[in-house]
């Protein structure tokens, strides 16, 4: 249990990361308020969390890292932040992100960009960067995050933090900004595996409201494993590249080493399609973001920008000028693959090859493997800037995220290492609906490997 | 492939979006590396009988067919940029091509 003012005072003290887009008044007022109506017998009694901009919030605006939602205010919560309120929890604010969560380093919000903790110099991932900013800077336990693409794992990795997408399905996404609603998945950040996994299991679970969430009970937590006896942990070949970054190559050799001492059987396995991953999402992604994001006309939410003259003027320059330059090129893109004569060559074809990457994961899963275990990222944290102006060198810090997005299955972040001072992050990808296996694993790894030691 | 500058214009007014003029070239060339990218996926050999992927569950659950308005904390007043006597207000259609 922390009281308001403390919960306030910590988000205060890191407020040059930019990683928080609630006014500091404000927050303290509502955290008042809701500390004093929290109720003391929930499960999270008092645990600050705080939430990714692209979650609506009654409490605070929601404005998605973009101009074109800017000081907008959710008629209602989304049904996790619905949850964590009924579990006692405090919701410490909304949290910087790329723009309608489309970004790998959290330098495509409309508020700035957001510093990363250990080096400001550098990038804290993206797209839910300002989240684990926080959760690494030690100002909150646990934040929310949202993926399509990876946007929880990559910035758990880049910051050093535990990062984890549940099953697409397992958490209802009523109340997340729709982005590539196929691929779309509420994740929780967490400095430990454990914060994030309770964090997990209080929002997870049915909900009328979002038909495309299962029909199951919350996540139950699994107990502390004494060892990893009788897990078979597959390494796919296609995730350990010749050119991965060769810290991050010795961080995962020394995670699989201390994973074998405490007695997983290890095995190599293929995932051959994994090559293709990236610009299959590259086409999905965009094509169903292109759809989502038909709804910001400057007529029913958000600001209007100039175009009085007529309806169709008011759409465009709206749009035009609400959206930022990656948001654009994204909802360009998707508009040119469904467009006529190019919908076979393009979106048809990524469909096709979504299936075999899916298909990939099942062959491995049949075989006996329980889970996979590969770097989160092929690199730590890069520098602002480095990526900004080259979208597909930007896309290929997601090339180890986006199967299990593409395939809809539960995978996880933890930190493994250092390098230089820079976090490395380790991932552990699930079969449907069996995060509990993974968090038993993620758990008995978390105890020993050597986080903080240089790989 | 190469996109142009005409094929830019084109797909942003099917998109609904404005763009400047002094950004076309930067977008067309930015536009033609993504399209070059994805590209590659042309060249693996898929079986064109393959079932598209869906994940989520496998039927779609329907809802009782009651009307269930959705609990509202604010109305539309308080977040349209421009709401009058229970409606959005936009300015006149104009041409639709």
Known sequence: MSDAKAVADRLAKVKRLNALLTPLKDLRKSLTAQSAAARPTGVLYGMPVAVKDNICTLEFTTSCGSRILEGYRSPYDATAVAKLKAAGALIAGKTNCDEFAMGS???????????HPFDKARVPGGSSGGSAALVAAGA??????????????QP????????????????????????GSSLD???????????????????????ARDATCEDRDPLRLPTVPESL????????????PPELDPAVRRACERAVRVMKEQGAAVREVSLPHTPYAVPTYYVIAPAEASSNLARYDGVRYGPRFNGSADLRALYRSTRGQGFGPEVRRRVLVGTYVLSSGYYDAYYR?????????????????????????????????????EKLYDPVAMYLSDIFTVTANLAGLPAMSLPIGRVKGLPIGGQFIGQAFL????????????????????A | MSVSRDEVLRIAQLAELDVEEDALPELADQMTRIIDYVAQLGAVPTNGSLKVFMPGPDAIRFRADEVNPAPLALGPEKFAPAFKEGFFVVPKLGQFE
């Not at chain 1, 380093?105 to 510093?115: F, I, K, Q």
């Not at chain 1, 909150?140 to 794992?153: F, H, K, N």
């Not at chain 1, 400095?191 to 309770?198: G, I, K, M, N, P």
Request: charged content about 20%; aromatic content about 10%; overall charge neutral.
């Open chain 1, 435 to 454: 995060e509990d296996e993974m968090l038993e694993a993620a758990y008995a790894l978390e105890r020993v490997v050597p986080a903080t030691d240089e």
């Open chain 1, 185 to 207: 998945q509420i994740g929780v950040f967490g400095r430990s595996v454990h914060d994030a996994a309770r964090v997990v299991s209080v929002i997870s679970g049915r909900d």
């Open chain 1, 229 to 240: 006896q009788g897990f078979v942990i597959g390494l796919p070949r296609e995730y350990f």
């Open chain 1, 140 to 153: 909150v336990p646990a934040a929310l995050g949202s993926e399509t693409g990876g946007s929880v794992r």
């Open chain 1, 105 to 115: 380093s959290t330098e495509h919000s409309a508020y700035g960009r957001v510093l």
């Open chain 1, 349 to 385: 074809r990524a469909q096709q090859m979504r299936a075999l990457i899916a298909q990939d994961f099942r062959n491995v899963f049949d075989r006996g493997v329980d889970l996979l275990f590969t770097p989160t990222t092929p690199s730590p944290a890069f520098k602002a800037g």
């Open chain 1, 156 to 179: 758990a990795s880049f910051c050093g933090v535990v990062g984890i997408k549940p099953t697409y399905g397992r958490v209802s996404r009523y109340g997340l900004v729709a982005f």
